[in-house]
């Protein structure tokens, strides 16, 4: 059964650090384009970063210089470090895999970014 695991969500301060993990199970992670997205209260998803298989990475403009998304392909897991949070980044992330036709998706981990 395919399956992709957030992990690492919690509550931080502005300013803060923390890193979100993804856990694939492995028959959807090799050639597979990874991403990360995220749906704040009342608003819909939205791209976070993405990197391909290929290596190729892209990331939000409201993102860019504060988070590094990465993959780790002996553990089948993709991360994304998030530096000098702000509370517009609170929300749901959702680990995303893709290839071709085929699309997965994670359940989410919250993410509170408060004082």
């Known amino acids: 059964q395919v399956q992709l695991v957030e992990s690492g969500g919690g509550l931080v301060q502005p300013g803060g650090a923390l890193r979100l993990s993804c856990a694939t199970s492995?028959?959807?992670?090799?050639?597979?384009?990874m991403g990360w997205y995220r749906q704040a209260p009342g608003k819909e998803r939205e791209l976070v970063a993405t990197?391909?298989?290929?290596?190729?990475?892209n990331y939000a403009d409201s993102v860019k210089g504060r988070f590094t998304i990465s993959r780790d392909n002996a553990k089948n897991t993709v991360y994304l470090q998030m530096n000098s949070l702000k509370p517009e980044d609170t929300a749901v992330y959702y680990c995303?895999?893709?290839?071709?036709?085929?699309?997965?998706w994670g359940k989410g981990t919250l993410l509170t970014v408060s004082s």
């Open positions: 990197l391909t298989f290929g290596g190729t990475r």
């Open positions: 995303n895999a893709n290839r071709g036709s085929m699309e997965y």
């Open positions: 492995g028959s959807i992670f090799s050639g597979y384009n």
